[in-house]
T-cell receptor, first 114, second 112 residues
């Protein structure tokens, strides 16, 4: 049973560019959440997708957008990259409707903005 | 979300018990208490959660204070693999909301 997978593993971009990160949820899961983790900090919630719609959003600007596909996979897009966007981007999946939706995390995508 | 405080770091010896404290003094009645951990170079992983009663699972035990304003994660016999950052918080997440609210966490070092 494959867990949460993310691609690419590492990415280097320059300021002003756009980036797309991808996530495949754990088999059987229908919800995907994205988190940003700066060096030495805990992960910060960006947004969550369920049924191809954004259900919740954290305190991130509109430059951060996402999408969920019918197969439950998801993309995170960041436009007009800033140096401060350099971080580990984590994807987590879960199953809505359970009593407690434990989230399963992928290994992350390390984004460096130069 | 409730305000949460944890010690920045703790140390333990291998095969000894570890008690990781967490204060969530502004917890409200329906808030869960969550614990996740993050091993080096990995994404976070779920450890345990609770509402009012103490909880046990294969990984750890969770002791919840009677007033629910604090909790303690108990690793009964620490191993080197338990060295990680341990995150605790309380909110309504964990049901259909799903939003996890990590703080700074406690860095646990386990000595052989």
């Amino acid at each position: 049973d494959a867990g949460v997978t993310q691609s690419p593993t590492h990415l280097i971009k320059t300021r002003g560019q756009q980036v797309t990160l991808r996530c495949s949820p754990k088999s059987g899961h229908d919800t995907v959440s994205w988190y940003q983790q700066a060096l030495g900090q805990g992960p910060q919630f960006i947004f969550q997708y369920y049924e191809e719609e954004e259900r919740q959003r954290g305190n991130f600007p509109d430059r951060f957008s996402g999408h969920q596909f019918p197969n439950y996979s998801s993309e995170l897009n960041v436009n007009a990259l800033l140096l401060g966007d350099s971080a580990l981007y984590l994807c987590a999946s879960s199953l809505i409707g359970t009593d407690y939706n434990e989230q399963f995390f992928g290994p992350g995508t390390r984004l460096t903005v130069l | 979300d409730a305000k949460t405080t944890q010690p920045n770091s703790m140390e333990s010896n291998e095969e000894e018990p570890v008690h990781l404290p967490c204060n969530h003094s502004t917890i409200s009645g329906t808030d869960y208490i969550h614990w996740y951990r993050q091993l080096p170079s990995q994404g976070p992983e779920y450890v345990i959660h609770g509402l009012t009663s103490n909880v046990n699972n294969r990984m750890a035990s969770l002791a919840i204070a009677e007033d629910r304003k604090s909790s303690t994660l108990i690793l009964h016999r620490a191993t080197l693999r338990d060295a990680a950052v341990y995150y605790c918080w309380s909110n309504a997440g964990g049901t259909s909301y799903g939003k996890l609210t990590f703080g700074q966490g406690t860095i646990l070092t386990v000595h052989p």
